[in-house]
T-cell receptor, first 114, second 117 residues
Framework: DADVTQTPRNRITKTGKRIMLECSQT?????MYWYRQDPGLGLRLIYY???????NKGEISDGYSVSRQAQAKFSLSLESAIPNQTALYFC?????????????FGPGTRLTVL | AQTVTQSQPEMSVQEAETVTLSCTYD???????LFWYKQPPSRQMILVIR??????QNATENRFSVNFQKAAKSFSLKISDSQLGDTAMYFC??????????????FGKGTSLLVTP
């Protein structure tokens, strides 16, 4: 199974602060994703990337930016955090080349914006 | 856009019994994939089972099986011989076979399953 790690696991911050959530995977996967989970809403896609030169917006990208620093690293930034960005954030990765390749999720980052 | 509906926000089942979680979806695609993910209290997202839409045969993984009705756009999950460790939130998810969608997962809102002794 893919080893997908996320840091930090939990973060409390204040409105207006810049926050970066980091994701790394050790299996050489090409595809990486950021999802957001809110209670009662399931997970929604923020951004995805097929390789370091390919970044695409998802359903709810407003207020977020991403950086694919390397094949293994995909960071999510909140330039100026606001309270309605309080949520559980998941990174996922998948091997490229086959549509059916399973997405493996990291443990999640719980972000609270006060 | 695809929508995934899980109509049961919460369910409970006794240990060793069988439970079925419902999922319906709306799409105009003919080729796609469907998934059930489990999220226990640890919050880790764990793949339970996957179904390719072009396959008639229902997927099975040990105690977990699906009833895939393509015409009805229904994809239910059956858990047999329920165990306490099955207590979790279960998410149904849809994936288009289309690179323009990023092969991203489109999730339902989830069903919280409680297995009681």
């Amino acid at each position: 199974d893919a080893d997908v790690t996320q840091t930090p696991r939990n973060r409390i911050t204040k409105t207006g602060k810049r926050i970066m959530l980091e994701c790394s995977q050790t299996k050489g996967h090409d595809r990486m994703y950021w999802y957001r989970q809110d209670p009662g809403l399931g997970l929604r896609l923020i951004y995805y990337s097929f390789d370091v030169k390919d970044i695409n917006k998802g359903e709810i990208s407003d207020g977020y930016s991403v950086s694919r620093q390397a094949q293994a690293k995909f960071s999510l930034s909140l330039e100026s955090a606001i309270p309605n960005q309080t949520a559980l954030y998941f990174c996922a990765s998948a091997r490229g080349g086959r549509v059916e390749d399973t997405q493996y999720f990291g443990p999640g980052t719980r972000l609270t914006v006060l | 856009a695809q929508t995934v509906t899980q109509s049961q926000p919460e369910m409970s089942v006794q240990e060793a019994e069988t439970v079925t979680l419902s999922c319906t979806y709306d799409t105009s695609e003919s080729n796609y994939y469907l998934f059930w993910y489990k999220q226990p209290p640890s919050r880790q997202m764990i793949l339970v089972i996957r179904q390719e839409a072009y396959k008639q045969q229902n997927a099975t993984e040990n105690r977990f099986s699906v009833n895939f009705q393509k015409a009805a756009k229904s994809f239910s999950l059956k858990i047999s011989d329920s165990q306490l460790g099955d207590t979790a939130m279960y998410f149904c998810a849809f994936m288009k076979q289309d690179s323009n969608s990023g092969y991203a997962l489109n999730f339902g809102k989830g069903t919280s399953l409680l297995v009681t002794p």
